[in-house]
């Protein structure tokens, strides 16, 4: 079973290298994103530490949004998710290894890049700590809740405008405490283990009840 998981991880994260213009457009978006805001608001030093957790984690969210459209619509152009259906294996476990390549491409280099994006708007090494912790626990949430409204809105007309409309007020919960995080660890006396360990419990419900949920919508979509 764990073998055709790593099949399905290795086969997506092939195909995106192979379309390198798509992953590093995820990225490109996010640095823009961030980057402008300071050329918006100005560089006063205290103002930017207030926005930055805000802001870093909208452009997380947006940028992560750019690649949904497209998490299963190669495959659905090409027949293979019909013949993922076709297949022994649980179709749940497909998506999470599919989710799990989105990730890959999309999430963790948004992990990787935050220590820059923390210098930029003047974060203590705590702050970018906490942020790329919350990114980490965080951005798995949203590719997976993602993978719900991707399924639900694979093949339709005008899929994207829908997609989004579904799934962002999903991502509320995750943005707040993400943010939350991130802007506690500025304050001392504030713990953000609470933060973190919300988080945690909305990537562990997601990680057991996405690929389910995405699975079945996937059926639906393709009957």
């Known amino acids: 079973m764990w073998a055709v998981f790593w099949c399905v991880l290795k086969r997506d994260l092939l195909l995106a290298m192979r379309r390198r213009t798509d992953v590093l ?9 961030v980057s402008l805001f300071p050329l918006g608001v100005g ?31 190669a495959d659905y152009e090409d027949g293979t998710l019909e013949q993922m259906l076709l297949t022994a294996q649980p179709l749940s476990l497909l998506v999470l290894a599919k989710v799990g390549a989105h990730w890959l ?28 912790l919350s990114l980490l626990l965080g951005t798995p949430i949203l590719s997976l809740i993602g993978a719900i409204g991707a399924a ?21 919960p995750v943005l707040v405490y993400g943010a939350g995080a991130i802007e506690v660890a500025r304050i001392a006396l504030v713990d953000t283990e609470p933060y973190l360990m919300l988080l945690s419990a909305f990537l562990l419900a997601a990680l057991t009840l996405a690929p389910l949920a995405s699975a079945a ?6 009957e």
């Open 105 to 132: 491409l999309t999430g963790l280099p948004l992990v990787l890049i935050a220590p820059l994006v923390g210098m930029q708007y003047h974060l203590s090494d705590a702050q970018i700590g906490i942020m790329m």
């Open 25 to 33: 457009t995820t990225l490109f978006f996010f640095v823009i994103v």
């Open 217 to 222: 919508a996937l059926k639906i979509s393709l």
């Open 43 to 73: 560089t006063e030093r205290q103002v930017l530490q207030i926005l930055g957790p805000g802001v870093v984690w909208v452009a997380a969210l947006l940028a992560s949004m750019l690649a949904l459209e497209r998490l299963f619509a």
């Open 152 to 172: 639900l809105t694979l093949g339709l007309r005008g899929g994207g405008i829908l997609l989004s409309l579904l799934i962002l007020p999903l991502y509320i």
